[in-house]
């Protein structure tokens, strides 16, 4: 049996299991901070620079929300299966605070451009790392509330970024600045408290005395591993697409359609996050471990639906915006990125865990890239907001649909169980 410090069958997890999750649950913060800041200085940087609705979309395409962060998950992904979950998030956070820096002191579109690559690429290539990690060292049936530490930090850094943006306002691209200065700060001192933590031990069981030979990538050809990346990755790109549009743009949109200032639609994006942590804490982390989990996804997929039936339906504005920021704020607690990077860890082998992570995370983030790009030319154009919006609840039913359907039955299960069932006939077992 696996011990307690790195997932046991059973038992409440240790004031050392929520510190360690705590802290790799920072991925998220950065990661979502990033974005929203982004998004928070986007109207900033198109007028201080200039910027045209193609160089907006291609911008936002290539940051941390989209292209970059795809290819840092799909190589760090790899990377920690091959070479452990502690040699890649303990150096990952440096690159990323030198990508924040370039924004920072950013002067041209060229400076911007490569601090957005150098950002999307770190936090790319963390997230599918601290994850494994959690989920390796998570006792079996406290997995989905230890994991739902990431999407607390999801929301809080977003949360955080937008209050700061709101408050620094008045001071135009220097207050944008100073907004990305503080992830500078956040990921400096996370990688200082990240050093305590040791190598996931189950990975060292399960990968052995030879990485290269434990984790094949042709075992992702399997019957079930080909089933677990189709379900992953449909879930997580069908919702993702909404998820990233409405992050990245929804201040944009209300500026630009909607008549709002900059203080008025971070405001109105702040509440948004404030609504996901209280749904996180509240639902998926008591039910996620439980039999509960249908019901709270299908009711959590509703609501999101019906969230971007506002921007259809009502008048673009402040009202549209506040109901479409309420419903999809607690419907994405319930169902959305939590439950995909919970079962990104439930439904592959330990030595395939970040890989299959990376795979997905890369094919949604890429495709969320192109979309991004495509955004603010479909806003300007006769389709508009209520055509865009459209597309995106068919989407999100279908992202339903597959989600109730197709749910894996692996709540409270143990990972070396898990891993037992997911292992391809011939393997050794190790223990």
Same mark, same amino acid.
């Given at each position: 049996?696996?011990?307690?410090?790195?997932?046991?069958?059973?038992?409440? *997890?240790?004031?050392?299991?929520?510190?360690?999750?705590?802290?790799?649950?920072?991925?998220?913060?950065?990661?979502?901070?990033?974005?929203?800041?982004?998004?928070?200085?986007? $109207?900033?940087?198109?007028?201080?620079?200039?910027?045209?609705?193609?160089?907006?979309?291609?911008?936002?395409?290539?940051?941390?929300?989209?292209?970059?962060?795809?290819?840092?998950?799909?190589?760090?992904?790899?990377?920690?299966?091959?070479?452990?979950?502690?040699?890649?998030?303990?150096?990952?956070?440096?690159?990323?605070?030198?990508?924040?820096?370039?924004?920072?002191?950013?002067?041209?579109?060229?400076?911007?451009? =490569?601090?957005?690559?150098?950002?999307?690429?770190?936090?790319?290539?963390?997230? *599918?790392?601290?994850?494994?990690?959690?989920?390796?060292?998570?006792? /079996?049936?406290?997995?989905?509330?230890?994991?739902?530490?990431?999407?607390?930090?999801?929301?809080?850094?977003?949360?955080?970024?937008?209050?700061?943006?709101?408050?620094?306002?008045?001071?135009?691209?220097?207050?944008?600045?100073?907004?990305?200065?503080?992830?500078?700060?956040?990921?400096?001192?996370?990688?200082?408290?990240?050093?305590?933590?040791?190598?996931?031990?189950?990975?060292?069981?399960?990968?052995? *005395?030879?990485?290269?030979? =434990?984790?094949?990538?042709?075992?992702?050809?399997?019957?079930?591993?080909?089933?677990?990346?189709?379900?992953?990755? %449909?879930?997580?790109?069908?919702?993702?697409?909404?998820?990233?549009?409405?992050?990245?743009?929804?201040?944009?949109?209300?500026?630009?359609?909607?008549?709002?200032?900059?203080?008025?639609?971070?405001?109105?994006?702040?509440?948004?996050?404030?609504?996901?942590?209280?749904?996180?804490?509240?639902?998926?982390?008591?039910?996620?471990?439980?039999?509960?989990?249908?019901?709270?996804?299908?009711?959590?997929?509703?609501?999101?639906?019906?969230?971007?039936?506002?921007?259809?339906?009502?008048?673009?504005?402040?009202?549209?915006?506040?109901?479409?920021?309420?419903?999809?704020?607690?419907?994405?607690?319930?169902?959305?990125?939590?439950?995909?990077?919970?079962?990104?860890?439930?439904?592959? $082998?330990?030595?395939?865990?970040?890989?299959?992570?990376?795979?997905?995370? /890369?094919?949604?983030?890429?495709?969320?890239?192109?979309?991004?790009?495509?955004?603010?030319?479909?806003? %300007?154009?006769?389709?508009?907001?209520?055509?865009?919006?459209?597309?995106?609840?068919?989407?999100?039913?279908?992202?339903?649909?597959?989600?109730?359907?197709?749910?894996?039955? %692996?709540?409270?299960? %143990?990972?070396?169980?898990?891993?037992?069932?997911?292992? *391809?006939?011939?393997?050794?077992?190790?223990?």
């Amino acid at each position: 049996m696996v011990a307690a410090a790195d997932g046991s069958e059973d038992g409440r *997890p240790s004031r050392r299991q929520w510190r360690w999750a705590a802290l790799a649950a920072m991925a998220s913060y950065i990661d979502a901070g990033s974005i929203v800041a982004a998004a928070a200085g986007l $109207p900033l940087w198109e007028s201080y620079l200039g910027l045209g609705s193609t160089t907006v979309g291609l911008l936002t395409a290539f940051s941390s929300n989209a292209i970059s962060a795809a290819v840092g998950a799909l190589v760090g992904g790899r990377l920690g299966d091959l070479f452990g979950r502690k040699r890649i998030y303990a150096w990952d956070l440096l690159v990323f605070a030198f990508g924040i820096a370039w924004i920072v002191f950013a002067v041209n579109l060229p400076m911007l451009f =490569a601090g957005y690559v150098i950002v999307g690429l770190a936090v790319g290539a963390d997230l *599918p790392t601290s994850l494994a990690l959690v989920a390796e060292f998570s006792p /079996a049936r406290s997995r989905g509330r230890l994991l739902g530490l990431s999407q607390i930090a999801w929301c809080v850094g977003p949360l955080v970024t937008l209050l700061l943006a709101f408050a620094l306002a008045p001071l135009g691209v220097l207050g944008v600045r100073i907004v990305f200065a503080h992830l500078f700060v956040v990921a400096i001192v996370t990688w200082l408290l990240r050093r305590s933590i040791v190598e996931s031990a189950r990975w060292q069981r399960a990968s052995g *005395p030879n990485p290269m030979a =434990a984790s094949r990538l042709r075992d992702l050809a399997t019957p079930a591993n080909r089933r677990a990346l189709l379900f992953t990755g %449909s879930v997580y790109l069908l919702w993702n697409i909404a998820a990233g549009t409405n992050g990245a743009f929804l201040p944009y949109i209300l500026q630009r359609q909607g008549g709002a200032d900059q203080a008025t639609s971070v405001a109105v994006q702040s509440l948004s996050f404030v609504l996901t942590t209280f749904a996180v804490l509240l639902l998926f982390m008591p039910l996620s471990d439980t039999r509960y989990r249908r019901p709270v996804f299908a009711v959590g997929a509703l609501m999101q639906v019906a969230a971007l039936a506002a921007f259809v339906v009502l008048p673009v504005g402040i009202g549209a915006a506040l109901v479409n920021v309420v419903l999809f704020g607690i419907g994405a607690a319930c169902a959305g990125e939590s439950f995909y990077k919970l079962w990104s860890q439930e439904m592959f $082998p330990t030595v395939l865990r970040g890989t299959a992570q990376g795979i997905t995370f /890369a094919v949604s983030r890429v495709v969320l890239g192109v979309w991004s790009f495509l955004v603010p030319v479909m806003l %300007s154009s006769a389709f508009g907001l209520r055509g865009m919006s459209a597309i995106m609840m068919g989407m999100l039913v279908l992202f339903g649909v597959i989600g109730v359907v197709f749910m894996p039955d %692996s709540a409270g299960r %143990s990972l070396g169980e898990l891993d037992t069932a997911h292992r *391809p006939s011939g393997s050794p077992q190790r223990t």
